[in-house]
């Protein structure tokens, strides 16, 4: 029996399965962004002063109100559903900018949480790992309006990389730091 067609599926199957948020983050991250990760606080403050300085006041008090929610353990909650989103871009070109609400999707594949933005000219899809109580990281893919999202590990152009803290049962929030386009820090909140 010929075993090469069976190891040649078997093999792309293993290539196609989602990762489990059990350590596996740490084989499937690219060096970029374990780097961006591990520069994550010099960032955020970086961006935060940024924004203060020079953003608007009314948007300065939005980001206020949600940087200053308490953070709630992922691990009693469920995400998956429908959810309202935006993109909030903290630093970098403009000091800070605050988009309208668009609709993104939480799933469980049984393997954990797969987000996808399906909304609004700027998308993402990826998948969440598990990073402690109070936090997730998230890997996923960047791409414009209807394009197909690349692949997670593709490259720095759609690479992207986050935490992702919950404020309570109906908020929650991602952090990307240092991302590709545009900004020091982008902050995609999503709320019932």
Known sequence: MNLRPLLAVAGLLCCTLPA???????????AADKARLDQ??????????????GGDPAEISQLDA?????????????????????TIKVGGIS????????????TDDGSGWRLAKVT???RTQGRFFD?????????????????KAKPYGSGPESDQVGYAF??????WRIEFPAPYYESKLDIMEFKR
């Open 40 to 53: 994550y606080g010099e960032t955020r403050k970086a961006a935060i002063a940024e924004a203060k300085a």
């Open 166 to 171: 919950r404020n309570s049962a109906s908020e």
């Open 131 to 147: 990073d402690g109580e109070k936090r997730s990281i998230y890997l996923g893919a960047f791409s414009v309006n209807d394009d």
């Open 95 to 106: 000091p800070l900018v605050i988009y309208g609400w668009f609709k993104c999707k939480v």
């Open 120 to 122: 609004g000219s700027q």
């Open 66 to 86: 949600l940087l200053a929610k308490p953070l709630v353990a992922f691990s009693d909650k469920d995400l998956t559903g429908n959810w309202q989103c935006r």
């Open 20 to 30: 489990l948020a059990d350590g596996q983050v740490q084989k499937l991250i690219t």
